[in-house]
């Protein structure tokens, strides 16, 4: 049975356990996941206090759920392990963490200046500060974005942003029956179909515009794609650092088409705005200044926790104009400082205190340590092109931005040198089913954990380097490993 | 400088910092909130490394990082302090925050089987068995809906599934031109409205019905909001526990008027689904197991952080209908268990894990001991609302359904007993502007922290209890409190 004593017995093992996670992280020939079966799951917490819940649940021990908990632990992937490469964030910064911690043991919501004095006022720090880099106005009373769940939903706001400057009557009356296009490039993220899906446009909407080999967008094609449409424009979203190959469309050019034509111009720098951080990278978003609106995620390359999204606006005036409500329960005009509150500038009413962990480790490390840890990055995916270049054909390069990601496909002897143009159709079937093959090899030993996904029509590996913990020896080793595997896979395939 | 030692001695320390916080929250007569305006604020960080940044932000010591943080919990409200009465949520259930903590340090996104497999069997176990109290199907291969980062999403989410129910061209095409309605009670959340603007419905298209005295939408009003509205009943929001009131709209009669007129029935049950959890007070929501979606937040009553945000669904095959996008670099169909993966069944891409933190507590609690959260906080409202009734006049409660909101207006000696419908109009508005002064008072003292909003033109407080921390003093001291400064208050307006 469940009791005072026990619980705070229990608070602290967990606590210990999460310290643990975090000081003696997975590293070298550790396994980034212990790969299970749902069924290898299931069983293994059978024997502590099952996944599942009966109907009438009891109460386990404190042995028990803590036996559970070490559970979790062992069966999670590592992301903070230095060969977890596998998606576009990667195991956390500690003071990221202790900034989670401390905010969840705070428990408040940042929608109101009342229940989240401190964090009203960060949330307007970081906005600016962010704002600033990014070449945005910053002298507004009211700060120059929000803070989301996630990127998907910033870029939702967005939309919604440019359709209610579009559509001023839309709070009240709803949309106008005249179709609006959306565009993005080939390489751009799904969200803005789920997007559009979600605002009644329908993917229809969407427009995709051609790239580039890289995957970035071709200025020409979009032109063309706004002149062809018999829809009313509504957005153009630039991709500051695609998915896959991390491809950064051509800002300013994309701006001079979005301000002859009219058009809100949204980038989603959700993973390389981060690239604002270094003198070095920053060229790559050159004309951002000019945007309407930009989403950046700092869970993606800035080691903080899930989620940190800023939703970053040129006219901030413009929230409270497609959000506000103002339900009286809540945003009172009559209460002290009513005015600083956030909520009825967004969607979202309660709102996690994403912003402690950034505020945080950002006065911790400064600008200085936020360039650096972008410019390793950099370095260790310069690294694994070198790497990849000296392999003898063993490895090719697929895409090359020159930025995080390291788009490549392990080659067999037998297709050295590697060109996709002149691959016949079955050795292009067979290299295609390796991939997948590869993976589950190299998941199944726990090795590396690093992405494939289709570029051409072949499934092509993703190296995404995010952690600074990561050093010139686990990209050899993963490279290595994989080069290994593959081997070993594409044997198996021939026999 | 920022190093590597240094890192994580800060963290050691802000660990221990958030462990504090817990292990000893202020309690009795510690203030709730040491009161302070903006400026003060600024001022106080200033001290140590300021609420901004530079231009070109400094790297700041560990000691002065770590006396930043302690200000941080120093000025922030302290939710767990047991007189915090102020929001439909409290200072959280430890063990959730071990979990959160937990999750937070194994940072991964809960969209695929790959980064989260425990996490993706947790929350498939999850829904099931909080659809199971709902009487929701549980037969599916499909958890029966998703965790979703708030209520008002949640709310959102399942109106575009009852659109697209209603128009399955909506993924692609669009939405139709006929014009929709959604029925939701006059006393029903902001959601609604938040909603329809965002999916371009536009706020016309809510129609609110009213209510009892207490709250609760009244079937006939409902009938008939259906029959003279010239727009498609696209669907009806029903509330299970009101914002201010905790009134519960009687779902039998909705529901039955729903079926008749074949429209999807929404329970918002974000604050009240948790009653479900209660023998005793479960016979409020009678009917739900008819809807088709519930939203239910477990961070309200449960004890849970921010957030943890359930959506249920009757149907669960029609999320991917409605959401899928089928993102080839992501939700690869030829990986290892790709079938269990969840992202591809709702808007959000990455998303935290939300999950784990309300495994663990259920593990560790039981059933009972979720039961035993509802009834205390239902035992301690009916102990304000006896002392109220014992207050010889001085509080006069204003609703009461009997649930944990307790909601009345403190009434100066001239006026009792208390009428509302007789109150002359220049003494409503005293009374009126009375309330934003009492509270500033309480909150300025850090007595107690309690919400007041207008009901029926008159600003009204409202005791809202979840905590299990309060005892029936916090809740005498707290009324005391209040009756102290208003009095005070009141002279003063009058003087």
């Not at 993005?184 to 899906?197: C, D, L, R």
């Not at 989403?295 to 800023?310: A, D, R, S």
């Not at 005009?333 to 912003?355: E, H, I, N």
């Not at 002149?422 to 199944?444: D, F, G, T």
Request: charge should be negative; glycine fraction near 6%; hydrophobic fraction near 45%.
């Amino acid at each position: 049975m469940s009791d005072q004593l026990n619980d705070e017995q229990l608070f602290c093992a967990l606590a210990d356990l999460a310290r643990e996670v975090l000081a003696n992280p997975r590293h070298n020939d550790d396994p980034v996941v212990n790969w299970a079966s749902p069924e290898d799951l299931v069983a293994s917490f059978s024997t502590t206090v099952g996944l599942d819940f009966a109907d009438h649940a009891p109460a386990h021990s404190v042995d028990q759920v803590l036996a559970a908990a070490q559970q979790v632990v062992e069966w999670s992937v590592h992301t903070s392990h230095p060969r977890f490469f596998n998606q576009n964030f990667a195991g956390p910064d500690p003071l990221a963490v202790a900034g989670d911690w401390l905010g969840a043991a705070l428990n408040t919501t940042n929608a109101t200046f009342e229940a989240a004095p401190v964090f009203t006022l960060m949330e307007a720090a970081l906005l600016n500060k962010l704002a600033g880099l990014a070449g945005f106005p910053t002298k507004s009373d009211i700060p120059p974005g929000l803070f989301c769940p996630g990127g998907s939903l910033a870029t939702l706001y967005a939309l919604q942003l440019a359709r209610h400057r579009q559509q001023p009557d839309l709070t009240t009356a709803g949309a106008s029956t005249e179709p609006l296009a959306i565009f993005v490039s080939e390489s751009g993220h799904y969200a803005a179909e789920k997007s559009a899906v979600l605002l009644g446009l329908g993917t229809n909407a969407v427009i995709k515009v051609a790239t580039d080999t890289e995957g970035a967008m071709l200025p020409e094609a979009l032109a063309a794609a706004i002149e062809n449409t018999p829809r009313s424009p509504l957005a153009v979203i630039a991709t500051a650092g695609t998915t896959v190959t991390a491809a950064f469309d051509p800002l300013e050019p994309l701006a001079d088409l979005c301000h002859e034509h009219n058009i809100w111009l949204h980038v989603d720098g959700c993973y390389g705005g981060s690239a604002l951080f270094s003198p070095q990278q920053r060229h790559r978003l050159a004309g951002v200044e000019r945007a309407d609106s930009m989403v950046w995620n700092l869970h993606k390359m800035m080691g903080m926790t899930q989620q940190c999204t800023v939703l970053l606006v040129r006219r901030p005036e413009q929230l409270s104009a497609c959000f506000s409500t103002n339900a009286d329960y809540l945003f009172q005009p009559d209460k002290l400082f009513g005015d600083y509150d956030s909520g009825d500038r967004t969607f979202q009413c309660a709102r996690r205190v994403d912003a402690l962990k950034l505020w945080l480790a950002w006065k911790a490390h400064g600008d200085h340590g936020f360039t650096a840890r972008i410019d390793h990055a950099v370095a260790m995916a310069d690294h694994a092109r070198s790497i990849i270049k000296e392999s003898q054909g063993a490895l090719a390069a697929v895409a090359d931005t020159g930025f995080t990601n390291v788009v490549f496909v392990w080659v067999p002897p037998e297709l050295r040198p590697f060109d996709l143009g002149s691959l016949k159709p079955e050795n292009q079937k067979q290299l295609h089913q390796l991939a997948p093959a590869i993976k589950a090899r190299m998941q199944q030993a726990g090795d590396a954990l690093l992405g494939y996904q289709p570029v051409n029509g072949l499934n092509t590996f993703r190296l995404l380097i995010m952690n600074p913990a990561v050093t010139p020896t686990d990209v050899e080793a993963t490279l290595g490993r994989l080069a290994y595997h593959a081997q070993q896979a594409w044997e198996q395939a021939k026999a």
